[in-house]
Nanobody, 121 residues
Framework: VHLVESGGGLVQPGGSLRLSCAASGFTFSSYTMSWYRQAPGKERELVAAISGGAVYTNYADSVKGRFTISRDNSENTVYLQMNSLKPEDTAVYYC???????????????WGQGTQVTVSS
């Protein structure tokens, strides 16, 4: 299993970024994929999750209405569109693969290397 995130960077408050996670080494369309984030001094938290067929999604309350998770199973890629970014969204964002086939929001064993998102003026 290999997960590679990209798309992070520095953005002003109110701005937008789109994160991508390219996956390989497993049957991508069978697994829930999630985005987590970890800010300095804080625990890693679930941001959003999407089922294998993109039928189900789940979002942290703090990002509802601002972030959108999506996936392209033909490209083995999961995305996180982040709009109306706030300074409190600053964190390292990680891609995660569920351990079991099907829908679920428990973190799996495989993580990407992370991509830094910094929201600051």
């Amino acid at each position: 299993v290999h997960l590679v995130e990209s798309g992070g960077g520095l953005v002003q408050p109110g701005g937008s970024l789109r994160l991508s996670c390219a996956a390989s080494g497993f049957t991508f369309s069978s697994y829930t994929m999630s985005w987590y984030r970890q800010a300095p001094g804080k625990e890693r938290e679930l941001v959003a999750a999407i089922s294998g067929g993109a039928v189900y999604t789940n979002y942290a309350d703090s990002v509802k209405g601002r972030f959108t998770i999506s996936r392209d199973n033909s490209e083995n890629t999961v995305y996180l569109q982040m709009n109306s970014l706030k300074p409190e969204d600053t964190a390292v964002y990680y891609c995660n693969k569920a351990d079991k086939i099907g829908w679920g929001t428990r973190p799996g064993s495989y993580w990407g290397q992370g991509t830094q998102v910094t929201v600051s003026s």
